[in-house]
């Protein structure tokens, strides 16, 4: 009795359009019924999106697998004298969009890579030139926060210029990596440097204040409590209430197979039920200040991705082809094309939209 009362007082705060407190959020994570928080979920993004429900056909570049940062949770990265380190060249990366941009229509490029001391700012805008110039109908959704940090400090350059000078060579959008749990305690176990979610935040507001728009995600699933999460998502929260930069928010499980957090015992991957509380609150407390929620199916697979639309996502993420960070913990994930999202989506009796990387529709099926 107590119980449904208290979700009847969320479910009214939601309907008035107030921000829910970090307790209120801790309640639907530890006591809230799966069922309430979906049909609760799904009701915010009926209004929203209807039975529509977004993708991109995107290519997924992962250019170095160097990285000098080496998060505990992260299977992908190696050392430079690693037998199977690689860097790809300007030409290299070009040669690989040509497989697939005319093939199958790619509109959006995800290219991030690890933090790799050996590359200067000139490689990156080097490369997004000839992006656009071979490519022009490409959005590039390009380099994570820890890359953007590291690539200012070795230009000697703020990050405000680095932003301009990047977004003048061809980069459109930013995307959410690097979010996982903003908490530096949390980081700073996961091998991250404890400033890091401040550095994202910041990154993301300069980023914001210069009309470059970016997506938020979270990792769940590994060490975090529901509080962190529940900060996690009001600090995003505040900033899209400001300026309103940020295009969508995917939460996605973290990958134990062959990570260091996995040897230090969190060696399980979270379940479906997990998956399907992430986006339902998600969707709950993002209600219509964000208005896209990405089911992250390159972590939970073709069957979860259909049910996260169930519990309150709008977006199925992209198409995929050769990605490396997700395979590297051993998972294999296999390439998706675009007619078995159609057909994925189709079968929810929903209506499969083709959107490019600013989410504007193309194309309806
Ligand atoms: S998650 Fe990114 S920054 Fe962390 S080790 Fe992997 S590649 Fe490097």
């Not at 896209?292 to 069957?303: D, H, P």
């Amino acid at each position: 009795m107590i119980s449904y009362s208290y979700m009847d007082s969320v479910e009214n705060k939601i309907k008035n359009g107030e921000t829910l407190d970090e307790n209120e959020i801790v309640y639907l994570y530890d006591s809230a019924s799966l069922r309430d928080l979906g049909r609760l979920a799904r009701s915010i993004t009926d209004e929203i999106s209807g039975n529509r429900v977004s993708f991109v056909s995107n290519l997924i570049l992962n250019y170095t697998n160097i990285c000098n940062v080496r998060c505990h949770f992260c299977a992908f990265y190696r050392k430079q004298t690693d037998s199977d380190a690689y860097t790809l060249s300007v030409d290299g990366v070009v040669d690989e969009i040509k497989k697939y941009y005319e093939p199958y229509g790619i509109k959006q490029l995800l290219i991030q890579g690890g933090v790799n001391s050996f590359l200067d700012l000139s490689y990156y805008t080097e490369l997004f030139q000839r992006i656009k110039k071979e490519f022009p109908r490409l959005g590039i959704h390009g380099l994570s926060t820890s890359e953007l940090h590291f690539i200012s400090l070795k230009a000697h350059i703020p990050v405000k210029d680095l932003l301009i000078k990047l977004r003048e060579s061809g980069l459109e959008t930013i995307p959410g990596a690097g979010g996982e749990i903003l908490d530096g305690s949390v980081r700073k176990r996961m091998g991250r440097p404890e400033e890091s979610g401040r550095q994202w935040l910041e990154i993301m507001e300069e980023a914001h204040k210069l009309g470059i728009h970016t997506s938020a995600t979270m990792m769940f699933g590994h060490l975090e409590t529901s509080m962190d999460k529940a900060h996690h998502m009001l600090s995003i929260l505040e900033l899209q209430k400001k300026y309103h930069g940020f295009l969508s928010f995917t939460p996605w499980n973290f990958e134990p197979g062959n990570t260091e957090l996995a040897k230090e015992g969190y060696k399980y991957r979270s379940g479906g039920v997990s998956v399907l509380k992430n986006i339902a609150i998600a969707r709950i407390v993002f209600n219509k200040d964000l208005p896209v929620i990405q089911s992250s199916w390159l972590t939970n697979g073709m069957q979860m991705a259909q049910m996260a639309i169930l519990f309150g996502a709008n977006d199925w993420g992209g198409t995929i082809y050769d990605e490396k960070v997700i395979p590297a913990t051993g998972k294999q994930v296999g390439n998706l094309r675009k007619d078995y999202i159609i057909n994925s989506i189709k079968q929810l009796n929903m209506i499969p939209v083709e959107r490019d990387n600013m989410y504007r529709a193309i194309k309806t099926y």
